[in-house]
C-alpha cells in the first residue's frame, strides 16, 4: 500500500442534551510512494526531513509530544527532524504546531483566512491538520497542526504520528513501524473533536503481580517500585489512545503517586489529568499515605479533624494541576466507610464529607466551586447510601460502577441526566474479588463493553469513561477500543463491533492477516464469553456435559491451530507484538481449556513455558516478570484431579433429519426447539423503539438488544401489545402438551433503576407475559454470582400447545437495557446443559 488516507465518517449524536461531534470529511494522506516532482510537501526523504516548530507559547506538553512526532518519523524514515521554537528562513517543508488563540503564527494563518478552523476553534481537545501554501515568508508550505487546547494540539500530533505508521503501542506492546524511504502529504485536512466523552481514562490496579514486579526490578530498579520513569510512559501510550485521565495504581506495597513529587509534575508535563480510586479521596493513597501517627483514627466520626487536615495537604500540594477530585468516603483500602451506623446515617455522614470536601476546593483550588472537576462514585456499598443521599451537590460528576464484571449497576434518571455536572461509567475488564477473580487473560468481548457503555451515554453517562486495566498488559485490545469508543460512541452500531475491533489489527499486522486475527479474536471471546479462563477451575469442571466439554476442547484447539499458522506467516519483526497481542492469551486460554476438562499436566506445564517466554524471551527480556499465569495462587488454576470424560458423539444433541413443517423457521427435534434470538423469524418494530443484531456478544457470536436505551418502559400487557417491538419466531411442533420455554438473557441490569430487568413472551394469540429476570443489588447473592460466572440470566415460562404444526411465539420489549441471547422449549424434563443443544433452526 503506497499511500494511507484516513477519512473518517463522524456521526451526530444530540440525546438528552449531549454533546454532538463535528460533522467532517477528511482528505488528507500520507504517502509513502516516491513523489511526482519536488514540489510536494515531503516530511522526511529528502535530503533532511521537514522541521516541527512549536510555537514557543504552547506550554511543555505540546513541546513533549512534538520532540515524539520526531522521533517517530525517525522511526519511519530514518531521519529525525529538528524540533524548534521559531523558523529558520530556508526551511521549505515544516510541520507548524500550536495552539488557536494563543497568538503567534496560527492565530495569524487563521486571520489570514489560511487555515480553516471552523468546528475546532473553542471546542474541548478538538484539532485539525491542514496543508498551508505560504505560511510565512520562505517557507512554500506547511502541515500545520493546530489543536483547540493543549491536548488537542497533542492529539493531533499523535494522530499524525499514526498515519505515517506508528502504532500507539509501539512501546508497550512493541508494535514495529514499517521503514519506509519517503513520507509526504497531499490533499486537504482533516478535523476531529470534539470527543463525545470529556474525560476519558484508565484504571491501574491489582497491580501486585505484574505491573509492579515488572517497573520494580525490570524497568526502574533504581525507585524499586512503580515510579516516574513507568509513569512517563503510561502517560504517553494515554495520549496517543486521545485519552486524557488516569486514576493511578494503589495496592499494599505500591508506592503512591505523588510519594515521587516528579510523578504529579510529570503528568502536567504530558497535560494528563489525575484522579484517585474511588476508595481513595482527594488524590490521596491511604494505604501509604495515612499515617495514624500524625493524624489518628481513619475515622470521620471520632476524628474529623484529623482526616480533613490529611484530605487538605494534598489539596496544597497539588491544586494547581488538572485534577478530578474524588469525593466521599471509603475505608483505608476498599472497605467501607469507618463509623459504623445505619444506611441513613452512613448517608448523612457522607453528604457532610462531601460539603467539607467542598469547603476545601473553594478555599484552596477555585471560589467557584462549581468550575472544580469532581466525580462521586457509589461503588459497591456506596450505591444503596447515594440512593438515601438527598442533596448532592448538582455540579458533581456521578460515575455509576459496573457490578465488576461488565454489566452496569445503575443508569441515570431523567432528572439526574439534567444535573450540570453529568454523570459517567466506571468499567472492569479486569478484577480482584468474589465470587471469582480474573486477573490473569482480558476476556471481556468488545461487544460487551460496546453494549453497555453505549447504552450508558445514551443515558446521560458522557462526562467520565474510566476502565480498571489491571496491569494494563494484557488489556491492550480492550483498552483501545473502550477509549475509541469513548470519543464517539456512535461509531458502533451494534452490527460493525469486528469492523472496528479489526482496524487495529489492520494498523499493526497489515492488510493481508488482518481478517484471520480478527475472526480468530472473535473466536476467542466468544468461547471465553461462555466461561473465563480463570473460571474453568474447580467447582466449575462439572458444569459442561460430556459433549459440550468435547466440543470446546475441540474448538480451542482449532483456535491455537489457527494461531501457530498465523504466526508463521508474519514477518520476523512483528513476531513480539504478535505474541504479546494475540499469540499469548489465545494459546494460554486454549491450554486452560486443556488442563481443566482433560486433567492435562502437560497444558499446565506448557502455560507456564508460554509464561516464561513472556518473561524472559520477548523483546530481548522487556517484559520480565511483566506476566502470571497465576495471580493470587488461587486453588482454581492448579490441575483438577477429576475430570469430565469427554464425548466427542452423543446423538441426543444432534439434529440430524430435522422434519420440515410448512411455515416454520425452527422445528422441534428430540422434544426440544432450540432458537438464536439474532435468527427470529422477524424483527417487528414498536413505537419508538426496536430490536438490534449485536455482533461478538452471546454464546454463540451474536445477541440482540433494543435501542434507543431511552425507550419507554413498558409495564403492562396492553401497552406491550400497543407499542413495544418484538422478535417473532415461526415455530413447528410435532407432540402437543405444555411446553416449557427458557430464555437465555445477559445478566444486565434494568435502566429503571432497582427494577428487575424484563421481557414479555406470548404464544400465538396469548396475552403477554411479562417475566423478571433475577434481581440483584447483592454482590453476596448465590444467582447473581453463578449468572455473571456464566454471562447470563436465565427465566422460563409454561406454555399450553394444543395442536401439532406451526405456532408464533414472540419476545416483547419490556425495559430497553435487555439483551437476549437465545431461546430453548421442552415438553418434558430434559436438561439443556450449560451451553444447550445446536439449534433446531431449518436451513434456508
Not at 480474573?438 to 458522557?462: F, H, N, Q, R, V
Not at 444433541?653 to 422445528?667: E, T, W
Given at each position: 500500500m503506497k499511500a494511507f488516507q484516513l477519512i473518517t465518517i463522524s456521526s451526530v449524536a444530540l440525546i438528552g442534551g449531549l454533546c454532538s461531534f463535528v460533522v467532517q470529511a477528511e482528505n488528507l494522506m500520507v504517502d509513502f510512494s516516491k513523489p511526482a516532482n519536488s514540489r510536494e510537501l515531503i516530511l522526511a526523504g529528502g535530503r533532511s526531513p521537514a522541521p516541527i516548530i512549536v510555537e514557543t507559547n504552547n506550554d511543555r506538553a505540546v513541546a513533549h509530544a512534538a520532540a515524539d512526532l520526531a522521533g517517530d518519523i525517525s522511526r519511519v524514515a530514518g531521519q529525525k527532524p529538528v524540533v524548534q521554537s521559531d523558523f529558520a528562513g530556508s526551511d521549505k517543508n515544516c510541520i507548524i504546531v500550536g495552539t488557536i488563540g494563543k497568538g503567534g503564527v496560527i492565530d495569524e494563518l487563521v486571520a489570514d483566512k489560511k487555515l480553516d478552523v471552523a468546528g475546532v476553534a473553542g471546542q474541548w481537545e478538538s484539532y485539525v491538520l491542514q496543508v498551508v501554501r505560504n505560511p510565512r515568508p520562505g517557507v512554500k508550505q506547511a502541515l500545520v497542526i493546530a489543536g483547540s487546547d493543549r491536548r488537542g494540539a497533542i492529539y493531533g500530533i499523535y494522530q499524525l504520528s499514526e498515519m505515517i505508521g506508528v502504532s500507539p503501542w509501539y512501546w508497550w506492546a512493541d508494535v514495529p513501524a514499517k521503514p519506509q524511504k519517503c513520507v509526504w502529504v497531499h490533499g486537504?485536512?482533516?478535523k476531529q473533536g470534539p470527543p463525545a466523552v470529556k474525560y476519558r481514562g484508565i484504571f491501574l490496579n491489582d497491580e501486585d503481580f505484574c505491573l509492579r514486579p515488572w517497573a520494580s526490578k525490570t524497568f526502574e530498579p533504581q525507585t524499586g517500585n512503580i515510579g516516574p520513569k513507568t509513569y512517563s510512559e503510561i502517560f504517553e501510550l494515554l495520549l496517543r489512545l486521545h485519552a486524557n485521565y488516569l486514576w493511578p495504581a494503589m495496592h499494599p506495597g505500591t508506592a503512591a503517586f505523588n510519594g515521587f513529587p516528579e510523578d504529579r509534575e510529570l503528568a502536567d508535563e504530558y497535560g494528563i489529568v489525575m484522579g484517585s480510586s474511588h476508595c481513595e479521596q482527594m488524590l490521596r493513597n491511604n494505604v501509604s499515605e495515612w499515617d495514624e501517627k500524625a493524624f489518628g483514627d481513619y475515622n470521620f466520626v471520632t476524628n474529623p479533624g484529623g482526616v480533613l487536615k490529611y484530605w487538605e495537604q494534598r489539596v496544597r500540594e497539588n491544586g494547581r494541576f488538572d485534577n478530578i477530585y474524588t469525593l466521599g468516603m471509603r475505608g483505608i483500602h476498599d472497605s467501607g466507610m469507618p463509623g459504623g451506623g445505619t444506611e441513613r446515617e452512613k448517608a448523612a455522614r457522607l453528604q457532610t464529607i462531601v460539603a467539607d470536601h467542598r469547603e476545601l476546593l473553594a478555599r484552596l483550588v477555585n471560589t467557584n466551586v462549581a468550575e472544580v472537576p469532581q466525580v462521586f462514585c457509589p461503588y459497591k456499598e456506596v450505591l444503596p447510601l447515594y440512593r438515601l443521599m438527598t442533596n448532592l451537590p448538582g455540579d458533581i460528576t456521578l460515575l455509576w460502577p459496573d457490578d465488576n464484571y461488565g454489566y452496569i449497576r445503575q443508569f441515570c434518571s431523567e432528572t439526574e441526566r439534567r444535573r450540570s455536572g453529568g454523570a459517567g461509567v466506571y468499567y472492569h475488564v479486569s478484577y480482584w474479588g468474589g465470587?471469582?477473580?480474573?486477573?490473569?487473560?482480558?476476556?471481556?468481548?468488545?461487544?460487551?463493553?460496546?453494549?453497555?457503555?453505549?447504552?450508558?451515554?445514551?443515558?446521560?453517562?458522557?462526562?467520565?469513561?474510566?476502565?480498571?486495566?489491571?496491569?494494563?498488559?494484557?488489556?491492550?485490545l480492550d483498552i483501545e477500543f473502550f477509549l475509541k469508543l469513548a470519543w464517539n460512541p456512535h461509531s458502533w452500531d451494534g452490527a460493525n463491533t469486528y469492523e472496528l475491533f479489526g482496524k487495529q489489527f489492520q494498523r499493526d499486522f497489515g492488510a493481508v492477516t488482518a481478517p484471520e486475527i480478527t475472526s480468530v479474536m472473535s473466536e476467542y471471546y466468544r468461547l471465553n464469553f461462555r466461561r473465563k479462563p480463570e473460571h474453568m477451575g474447580f467447582p466449575t469442571n462439572n458444569l459442561f456435559t460430556p459433549f459440550e466439554a468435547a466440543q470446546r476442547l475441540a474448538a480451542w484447539r482449532t483456535l491455537a491451530g489457527r494461531v501457530d499458522a498465523l504466526a508463521a506467516q508474519l514477518p520476523p519483526e512483528s513476531t513480539n507484538a504478535f505474541f504479546e497481542l494475540i499469540g499469548y492469551p489465545v494459546k494460554a486460554a486454549a491450554l486452560m481449556n486443556e488442563k481443566c476438562l482433560a486433567g492435562s499436566e502437560a497444558a499446565e506445564n506448557e502455560i507456564h513455558r508460554l509464561t516464561a517466554?513472556?518473561?524472559n524471551d520477548i523483546a530481548g527480556g522487556k517484559w520480565h516478570l511483566m506476566m502470571s499465569d497465576n495471580p493470587r495462587r488461587l486453588v482454581d488454576l492448579g490441575v483438577p484431579t477429576a475430570v469430565i470424560t469427554a464425548d466427542t458423539a452423543s446423538p441426543?444433541?444432534?439434529?440430524?433429519?430435522?422434519?420440515?413443517?410448512?411455515?416454520?423457521?425452527?422445528?422441534e427435534v428430540n422434544h426440544r426447539l432450540v432458537m438464536q434470538a439474532a435468527h427470529a423469524s422477524a424483527f417487528v418494530s414498536g413505537l419508538g423503539a426496536r430490536w438490534q443484531k449485536i455482533a461478538g456478544l452471546g454464546y454463540d457470536g451474536e445477541a440482540v438488544g433494543i435501542v434507543p436505551a431511552t425507550a419507554i418502559v413498558h409495564t403492562t400487557p396492553d401497552a406491550i401489545l400497543a407499542e413495544s417491538p418484538y422478535l417473532q419466531f415461526k415455530i413447528g411442533v410435532q407432540n402437543p402438551g405444555d411446553w416449557r420455554f427458557t430464555v437465555r438473557a445477559l445478566p444486565t441490569f434494568s435502566v429503571d433503576t432497582g427494577k428487575p430487568q424484563r421481557y414479555a413472551i406470548s404464544l400465538d394469540d396469548e396475552a403477554p407475559q411479562i417475566i423478571s429476570l433475577p434481581i440483584s443489588l447483592d454482590e453476596h447473592n448465590r444467582v447473581w454470582q453463578e449468572n455473571v460466572l456464566r454471562n447470563a440470566a436465565v427465566t422460563s415460562s409454561t406454555h399450553s400447545i394444543v395442536t401439532a404444526g406451526l405456532h408464533t411465539l414472540k419476545l416483547w420489549m419490556v425495559d430497553p437495557g435487555i439483551v437476549l441471547d437465545a431461546i430453548a422449549a421442552t415438553d418434558n424434563d430434559q436438561t439443556l446443559g450449560y451451553c444447550w443443544p445446536a439449534e433446531t433452526r431449518l436451513p434456508n
Open positions: 486537504d485536512s482533516r465470587p471469582r477473580d480474573y486477573l490473569w487473560l482480558c476476556s471481556t468481548p468488545p461487544a460487551l463493553i460496546a453494549e453497555e457503555m453505549t447504552k450508558a451515554y445514551d443515558l446521560g453517562a458522557d462526562r467520565i469513561w474510566l476502565l480498571n486495566v489491571g496491569d494494563l498488559k494484557p488489556a491492550e517466554v513472556y518473561n441426543s444433541d444432534a439434529n440430524a433429519g430435522i422434519p420440515r413443517i410448512a411455515g416454520a423457521d425452527f422445528v
